[in-house]
């Protein structure tokens, strides 16, 4: 009889894959001239798309046409994601409390009085407090729940990703 009383002994060697930057191309919609991007669509000439037979043609020649004009006032620009989306983050509250941060932050910058400032930090620190709830309970919405992916997609807050993942588990 051998009696060995170590203790079991296991090593699993567990890594996470690190994210792998992507490129990513968006449109720069906050410089966009909207009364000139109007002109230059009213002045597109329609009557190509009207001269054409097929519906097929119709719609490429008409696609082309306002895909140039948009090209024209809101150029697509190559952009790198280096970090996973942070889905937490996408409430309407935190995004209208960083707007308000904003224009707390380049008031403080312009008056430099003590007020400006203690309403920019009362803000930032209510900011960081809500960022923080809003994470823990992504994550533990994400750890509690039978499928992890799931409920990852849920809580993005836009009504389209809420509808597709509802309408992929029906």
């Not at 403080?108 to 009362?122: I, L, N, P």
Request: proline share 6%; aromatic share 6%; net charge positive.
């Amino acid at each position: 009889m051998v009696g060995d009383h170590d203790a079991p002994f296991a090593c699993i060697s567990v890594s996470v894959p690190r994210f792998q930057p992507r490129l990513k191309f968006l449109r720069n919609e906050k410089e966009l001239d909207e009364s000139a991007f109007k002109e230059d669509l009213s002045l597109l000439p329609l009557e190509a798309v009207y001269g054409l037979e097929s519906p097929d043609g119709m719609v490429d020649v008409l696609n082309s046409l306002m895909k140039d004009c948009l090209d024209r006032h809101a150029p697509l620009r190559r952009v790198k994601v280096t970090r996973p989306p942070a889905t937490w983050l996408q409430t309407e509250e935190i995004r209208q409390l960083q707007k308000e941060q904003d224009q707390l932050r380049a008031e403080a910058h312009k008056k430099g009085g003590e007020t400006s400032w203690a309403a920019f930090r009362d803000v930032r620190n209510k900011i960081k407090s809500v960022v923080g709830k809003a994470r823990r309970s992504f994550l533990a919405n994400a750890l509690s729940s039978r499928r992890p992916k799931e409920s990852v997609e849920d809580d993005t807050s836009s009504p389209t990703s809420k509808s597709q993942a509802s309408s992929r588990r029906s």
